[in-house]
Every structure is written in C-alpha cells, then in structure tokens.
C-alpha cells in the first residue's frame, strides 16, 4: 500500500515561495499507473486541486493557479515536489499530496498545515 | 470548466438513520465519480470510485449511484463514526483536470 508523507516549512511571508515535498513509500513514482498530485485546503473550507504530475514528466495544472504552481518528481528520491510563487494570506492551508489512479485520489498523505504571513 | 454541486450543505440526522447526498455535475461524467469522506484534522478518504465501486475496506452500508449529472452517496444506517463531510469528485477526459464538491456536513440531530 502507498504511503505519502508531506514535509516543508510552516510558515512563509507574503510574496515569496511555497516549497513543499511528498516523499513516497511502499511504491516507485516511476509507474505509469498513477497520477501524483497536490490538494490544499484553506481553513474551516472545501477542498482545492492544485495540480499533478505524469509519470512521464507531463504536468496539470488548476487554471486558477497555473501561472504559480511548479510540480517536479524527483525519481531518485521517490519524490515530488510543490511549489507555489508569490503567495498571499490567501494561500494558507493544509496541503495535502496524494496519488490518484487515473480519476481518483485512492492514497493521502496526512497534509501540512502552511501559514502565509509576516 | 466542470463544476460539481451538492446539496445538501448540512444533513441533520440521528444514528440509524439513512443519509442521501446528492451531487450534480455541470456536464456529463459518465460513471467517474468519486466520493470521500473527512473526519475534522484527516485527510479525506476515498468511499466510492466510478459511482457505484466501494473502495478497499468500506463497509457496506455506504453505496454509490447515479451516471451522467446526477450523483447519490447513500449511507444506509448511520453509525457513530459516519458524522463527517463527504466530498465528491471527477477529473475530466481532457486535459486532466480534478474538481471537487463544496461538500455536504452530516452532523447529528
């Protein structure tokens, strides 16, 4: 069974970067079987899609949140990684990474809460 | 763009009772569908894929319906343990992009 597990900082200022990375077990992110992908969740509200990634390397990305959202693997580590520029007050969440089978998120990591402010 | 709506937002209910949330897509999905579960500080749970499949350790009491735009999440008998939000979710054909629901909040009565 899958295993994901989030880690980064806690705590970012406004403007700069979001880095997060999901680190994988009990499976290779190499397989073509699945999607890896990041979800987030603002305080006390529903849930976001952010983006995936492709074993191939192909990326996907939420429209609301194309032109900030970086999503890379890194296969040596069995990792992938987030990254959100430029963020607000309104990017505070917890993150979530997950890995989907084709239409659905079948494994969570527990998620990381991410506070955004000076 | 699809977007999922469900209702209702809140479902009050008492234990034993059946639970029926309804979701609708702007277009149709087919049968991809997927409905989770959340309990307050988890990680939401995947219950139902393709509409109607229950996923690995779900207990029966939880069934899936519906095909095209309109989607049903039953909870036969509510236990304890179901008082959470449900989400529904679909990702479509091309390029592959994931939405969920707002959510529907079934508490206790």
């Known amino acids: 069974q899958l295993q994901l597990q989030e880690s980064g900082p806690g705590l970012v200022k406004p403007s700069e970067t979001l880095s997060l990375t999901c680190t994988v077990s009990g499976g290779s992110i190499s397989s073509s079987s699945y999607y890896w992908g990041w979800i987030r969740q603002p305080p006390g509200k529903g849930l976001e899609w952010i983006g995936s990634?492709?074993?191939?390397?192909?990326?996907y990305y939420n429209p609301s949140l194309k032109s900030r959202v970086t999503i890379s693997v890194d296969t040596s580590k069995n990792q992938f990684s987030l990254k959100l520029s430029s963020v607000t007050a309104a990017d505070t969440a917890v993150y979530y990474c997950a890995v989907a089978t084709i239409r659905r998120f079948d494994y969570w990591g527990q998620g990381t809460l991410v506070t955004v402010s000076s | 763009e699809i977007v999922l709506t469900q209702s209702p937002a809140t479902l009050s209910l008492s234990p034993g009772e059946r639970a029926t949330l309804s979701c609708r897509a702007s277009q149709s999905l087919s049968s991809y569908l997927a409905w989770y579960q959340q309990k307050p500080g988890q990680a939401p749970r995947l219950l139902i894929y393709?509409?109607?499949n229950r996923a690995t350790g779900i207990p029966a009491r939880f069934s899936g319906s519906g095909s095209g735009t309109d989607f049903t999440l039953t909870i036969s008998s509510l236990e304890p343990e179901d008082f959470a939000v449900y989400y529904c979710?679909?990702?479509?054909?091309?390029?592959?992009?994931?939405?969920f629901g707002p959510g529907t909040k079934v508490d206790i009565k």
């Open positions: 393709d509409a109607s």
């Open positions: 979710q679909q990702r479509s054909n091309w390029p592959p992009e994931f939405t």
């Open positions: 990634i492709y074993y191939s390397g192909s990326t």
